[in-house]
Nanobody
């Protein structure tokens, strides 16, 4: 079982920056692929970024590529999302996600979400 707690959200002006953090419980954090998703009002949850368990590979949605950076610190059981050059369309609830596949079973966990609001 993994519990995920996001922090670092808030209100920022367009062009500004925020850094989200997601702290995970448990001693198996390093086994999980970690990701960030977001959901804007009236829209479906969408993928933002992901990072492999050892941090050697990342992926981004086209809408955030070049502006957002995902990273992780396995010693601190934490994954980060550095968000730069924020736009009003980045306004959403951001969710942390942890997933791994072990012993033929998929383990998939979500945080409670945190609000990011970008004003124009």
């Amino acid at each position: 079982q993994v519990q995920l707690v996001e922090s670092g959200g808030g209100l920022v002006q367009a062009g500004g920056s925020l850094r989200l953090s997601c702290a995970a419980s448990g001693r198996t954090f390093s086994r999980y692929v970690m990701a960030w998703f977001r959901q804007a009002p009236g829209k479906e949850r969408e993928f933002v970024a992901a990072i492999r368990s050892n941090g050697d590979n990342t992926a981004y949605s086209d809408s955030v590529k070049g502006r957002f950076t995902i990273s992780r610190d396995n010693a601190k059981n934490t994954v980060y999302l550095q968000m730069n050059s924020l736009k009003p369309e980045d306004t959403a609830v951001y969710y942390c996600n942890a997933v791994t596949f072990e012993a033929a079973k998929l383990y998939n966990y979500w945080g409670q979400g945190i609000q990011v609001t970008v004003s124009s």
